[in-house]
């Protein structure tokens, strides 16, 4: 194994133990962000 593998190994394995996930969203945050998306940029 090589430097780059093992670092690359423990980076995966960290961030496997993280758990991590996309926040939810209820139907009133999608709708307000709907509108923002709607509107012209500045």
């Known amino acids: 194994m090589t430097i780059h593998?093992?670092?690359s190994q423990i980076?995966?394995?960290t961030l496997e133990t993280?758990?991590?996930a996309?926040?939810?969203m209820d139907a009133a945050r999608?709708?307000?962000?709907?509108a923002i998306r709607k509107q012209?940029?500045?």
């Open 40 to 42: 012209p940029a500045k």
């Open 11 to 13: 980076v995966l394995d």
């Open 22 to 24: 996309y926040p939810k």
């Open 30 to 34: 999608r709708h307000e962000l709907r």
């Open 18 to 20: 993280l758990h991590m």
């Open 5 to 7: 593998s093992i670092v």
